[in-house]
């Protein structure tokens, strides 16, 4: 008998198998899909020669993970690749605003009325990241807080809404950009803890980076799985789980799954139907005959670029998509354009590049005019450069990864208390009704993004019962 079985190969489930064969338990991963990843692949998506990532690119938490930090993954083949700048917001006006490796390059990019305001937002977390980080992504019954007046500190300024933390500043580029952060995880900006979301990006750029990983997020995932392998775990491809009774006999079962999918494979009813799930996203690659043609001349050091007139419009596209359950005219986009900074990702003069829109959750419609529409704003001339490109909204989506309900690359909606209380109301959020089986997707703690802490956290849990049997 094994001790543990992990279903779904994704970064959360890689990490805790990994977690779990440190320790010296047996473990097997079974894994849909013919290659590990989840929501961390690279593949041709276009054209011969064009490495795309179909979800994940740019991975400011994933540098920055307690988790992966504490593996040797640059031994498995992963290198990280940082732009000149980790993340620019281009305006309408041909101008910018940066997030910066620097905070006094981010500070001067937003004018002189805000630079001291941003200073003084960010200054105090600083050279306290690394615990920061460790505490907010862990939780209490995991790990005790090593600063835990700092992390009252950080609590006391990201728990309310990032509406209210815009008020510190008096001109529209710092909101704009900050606006923009909180919306990479598909939140309404007046939503409970949006501050801290939008902070957390702030600080990772400052702190470790928003690098993409040398030929595409593929290669975090295969540097767990080799890691895995060398510890002694198995790990088997093109299985599907339908029922429990389709594993082997363990001593634990642990689910990088949708809660949805859990209760069906463990037939756990209603367990987990409360759950929300948020809006989608429809997402184009592209394969480029060259840059994107920014105006704005920081747009073009970037690796992510976010696009969205100002806090308004962004404002405006995230409420059409979840509350008001239409397609924006004018969508917030993010884009990642990896081969600035990775020339393995496209051919010598080409580059790969992609964005992303929101959209109402299962939403079944085409949103390319209106991206291209909006890329047009900010690079006059960027559909001339267009060689291919491959669309996926809501149910693409979901075909390539069953975790993402309706299109919500989140596996759960950022909002309300389930933006800390997920997937329920629990002070064991990783435990199921079942002692044996676990849950360790991006439904849970401390959420979504490529980084491995819900692996990790549920890893703990996991181990726990395996000594206590």
């Excluded at 009325?113 to 939780?139: E, I, Q």
Aim: charged letters at 20%; glycine letters at 10%.
């Amino acid at each position: 008998m094994l001790d543990a079985v992990v279903v779904g190969a994704g970064p959360n489930g890689l990490t805790a198998a990994v977690e779990l064969a440190r320790r010296g338990f047996s473990v097997a991963l079974f894994e849909a899909k013919g290659t590990v990843g989840g929501g961390a692949r690279t593949e041709e998506l276009t054209l011969p020669g064009f490495r795309h990532d179909p979800c994940s690119a740019a991975h400011p938490l994933a540098v920055s993970s307690p988790a992966f930090r504490g593996l040797p993954l640059e031994r498995y083949g992963l290198q990280w690749l940082h732009p000149e700048l980790p993340m620019a917001h281009p305006f309408p006006d041909g101008t910018a605003a940066v997030l910066s490796r620097s905070v006094g390059e981010t500070a001067a990019s937003f004018g002189p009325r805000d630079a001291g305001a941003y200073r003084r937002l960010v200054t105090p977390f600083l050279h306290r990241w690394d615990t920061l980080v460790r505490d907010f992504m862990s939780l209490p019954l995991t790990a005790l807080p090593r600063d835990p007046v700092t992390l009252a500190r950080f609590g006391a300024v990201g728990l309310p809404p990032s509406t209210w933390l815009a008020r510190r500043f008096r001109d529209e580029r710092a909101r704009t950009l900050f606006a923009g952060l909180v919306a990479h995880v598909m939140a309404p900006l007046s939503g409970f803890a949006t501050s801290a979301i939008g902070l957390v990006f702030a600080l990772a750029a400052h702190t470790r980076g928003w690098p993409v990983a040398r030929g595409g997020s593929q290669a975090i995932s295969d540097a767990l799985a080799g890691y895995l392998r060398d510890l002694g775990g198995a790990v088997h491809t093109d299985y599907e789980v339908k029922r429990l009774d389709d594993l082997p006999p363990a001593r634990a079962y642990v689910f990088d799954t949708s809660p949805t999918a859990l209760a069906r494979i463990a037939g756990f009813g209603d367990t987990y139907a409360r759950y929300r799930y948020g809006p989608g996203v429809f997402k184009i690659d592209y394969a480029l005959d060259g840059p994107v043609p920014w105006t704005a001349p920081e747009a073009h050091r970037a690796g992510t670029v976010q696009v969205g007139a100002d806090s308004a419009e962004i404002g405006a596209a995230l409420r059409a998509a979840s509350r008001e359950n239409r397609a924006p005219d004018a969508p917030f986009l993010i884009t990642v354009q990896p081969s600035v900074v990775d020339p393995t990702r496209a051919p010598d003069g080409k580059h790969v590049f992609w964005a992303y829109g929101h959209v109402p959750h299962g939403w079944d419609g085409d949103l390319t005019e209106a991206i291209e529409r909006q890329l047009e704003r900010f690079a006059p001339g960027f559909r001339d450069r267009v060689l291919a490109r491959a669309t996926a909204g809501p149910p693409e989506l979901v075909a390539r990864n069953a975790n993402y309900i309706g299109g919500d690359i989140a596996t759960g909606a950022v909002s309300g208390l389930q933006t800390l209380l997920r997937p329920k109301l629990s002070l064991f959020p990783y435990a199921t009704p079942h002692p044996a089986v676990f849950i360790c997707s991006q439904a849970t703690p401390p959420g979504p993004g490529v980084h491995g802490m819900p692996g990790h956290n549920a890893a703990k849990a996991v181990w726990r019962r395996l000594r206590q049997t």
